[in-house]
């Protein structure tokens, strides 16, 4: 499938709490930077993190995660000045890190290379300066191609640049339910695409809202598609072949979660790649010409799903 460049929705930074946050019983500098990030004491942040630097020592990974909280705190509470110093501290830093490994070599790094770069996205375009901010993730996203924050960067570049585009042609490896649709036989039909995990428990809360709306609207022209993919497990982490876990979902999944009989359910790792679903649900919303009205990576309730759709109905 063709990577696909799209234009612009007011940028949503969508931050999932790290693991980090939570590893140890002992409270990390990660962890306690991330409870102040989340909690919106940027100041206090500041300080217990300049409180802990020993100038002149060589930043390490785990470093560089609590910086990355700090540029994230500062993102939340619009306080660009500062996002954008502990953003590039974070970004500049892993990548000197990662002259002598890889990136995904140990935890720390992924998360502060990951997150220096949403930071710096949403810092350009916050600036006023979105093109910046869209050549550089486009950059990033080239730079880092096949490693473990790929997708996230996608999903920062497609907050900036997704309305307004026509919605590519999913890739399809298999399906459940109905044969997916082609472009053709889309065309003329408002579309919300789904893309969801079965070990997703938002996915899951969403799915009820999506029944709600099919009823609501299916016969003004509203369709729901539900792209997939396989993670290579099945319930509670058990690791399973692409045929194991097919059987799963088809089987016990299915029988205690139903897979609607009108939402076609293509699946194909590509497609959560080129739509930079790095969160689930990620949802999709597409006009009767085809054009992408709404990127959202995250659940929507049934008021504001109905609100996006029905001026597309009209």
Same mark, same amino acid.
């Given at each position: 499938?063709?990577?696909?460049?799209?234009? !612009?929705? /007011?940028?949503?930074?969508?931050?999932?709490?790290?693991?980090?946050?939570?590893?140890?019983?002992?409270?990390?500098?990660?962890?306690?930077?991330?409870?102040?990030?989340?909690?919106?004491?940027?100041?206090?942040?500041?300080?217990?993190?300049?409180?802990?630097?020993?100038?002149?020592?060589? /930043?390490? !990974?785990?470093?560089?995660?609590?910086?990355? =909280?700090?540029?994230?705190?500062?993102?939340?509470?619009?306080? =660009?000045?500062?996002?954008?110093?502990? !953003?590039?501290?974070? %970004?500049?830093?892993?990548?000197?890190?990662?002259?002598?490994?890889?990136?995904?070599?140990?935890? %720390?790094? /992924?998360?502060?290379?990951?997150?220096?770069?949403? #930071?710096?996205?949403?810092?350009?375009?916050?600036?006023?300066?979105?093109?910046?901010?869209?050549?550089?993730?486009?950059?990033?996203?080239?730079?880092?191609?096949?490693?473990?924050?790929?997708?996230?960067?996608?999903?920062?570049?497609?907050?900036?640049?997704?309305?307004?585009?026509?919605?590519? !042609?999913?890739?399809?490896?298999?399906? %459940?339910?109905?044969?997916?649709?082609?472009?053709?036989?889309?065309?003329?039909? #408002? #579309?919300?695409?789904?893309? =969801?995990?079965?070990?997703?428990?938002?996915?899951?809360?969403?799915?009820?809202?999506?029944?709600?709306?099919?009823?609501?609207?299916?016969?003004?022209?509203?369709?729901?598609?539900? /792209?997939?993919?396989?993670?290579?497990?099945?319930?509670?982490?058990?690791?399973?072949?692409?045929?194991?876990?097919?059987?799963?979902?088809?089987?016990?999944?299915?029988?205690?979660?139903?897979?609607?009989?009108?939402?076609?359910?293509?699946?194909?790792?590509?497609?959560?790649?080129?739509?930079?679903?790095?969160?689930?649900?990620?949802?999709?919303?597409?006009?009767?010409?085809?054009?992408?009205?709404?990127?959202?990576?995250?659940?929507?309730?049934?008021?504001?799903?109905?609100?996006?759709?029905?001026?597309?109905?009209?």
């Amino acid at each position: 499938m063709k990577q696909f460049k799209v234009l !612009a929705i /007011p940028f949503l930074l969508i931050c999932l709490v790290s693991p980090l946050a939570l590893v140890g019983q002992s409270r990390s500098l990660v962890s306690e930077m991330s409870d102040l990030a989340w909690a919106g004491e940027v100041d206090n942040a500041r300080a217990l993190l300049e409180s802990r630097r020993v100038d002149g020592e060589q /930043p390490t !990974a785990e470093w560089l995660a609590a910086v990355s =909280w700090m540029a994230r705190g500062a993102s939340f509470a619009e306080r =660009w000045d500062l996002a954008e110093q502990y !953003a590039s501290e974070a %970004f500049e830093g892993s990548l000197e890190l990662m002259k002598g490994r890889p990136l995904d070599a140990e935890r %720390f790094l /992924p998360t502060a290379l990951g997150a220096g770069i949403e #930071v710096l996205g949403h810092t350009y375009d916050a600036q006023g300066d979105r093109a910046r901010a869209v050549t550089f993730l486009s950059a990033v996203r080239q730079e880092f191609a096949g490693t473990s924050i790929e997708t996230r960067i996608q999903k920062n570049f497609l907050l900036l640049s997704v309305e307004g585009k026509p919605f590519p !042609a999913l890739d399809v490896d298999d399906y %459940f339910s109905l044969q997916p649709p082609t472009p053709d036989e889309l065309r003329g039909k #408002v #579309v919300l695409f789904f893309f =969801w995990a079965h070990w997703c428990p938002d996915c899951k809360r969403q799915e009820p809202v999506l029944r709600e709306l099919y009823e609501q609207y299916h016969d003004r022209g509203l369709v729901i598609v539900g /792209p997939t993919q396989l993670y290579g497990y099945v319930t509670r982490g058990q690791t399973a072949t692409s045929e194991e876990e097919l059987a799963y979902i088809n089987g016990d999944y299915s029988a205690q979660y139903p897979i609607p009989p009108w939402m076609s359910v293509p699946i194909s790792a590509d497609n959560f790649l080129n739509f930079g679903v790095s969160t689930t649900p990620t949802l999709v919303l597409v006009d009767r010409d085809g054009i992408v009205q709404r990127y959202n990576p995250g659940d929507l309730s049934h008021e504001e799903l109905a609100a996006l759709i029905e001026p597309l109905l009209e």
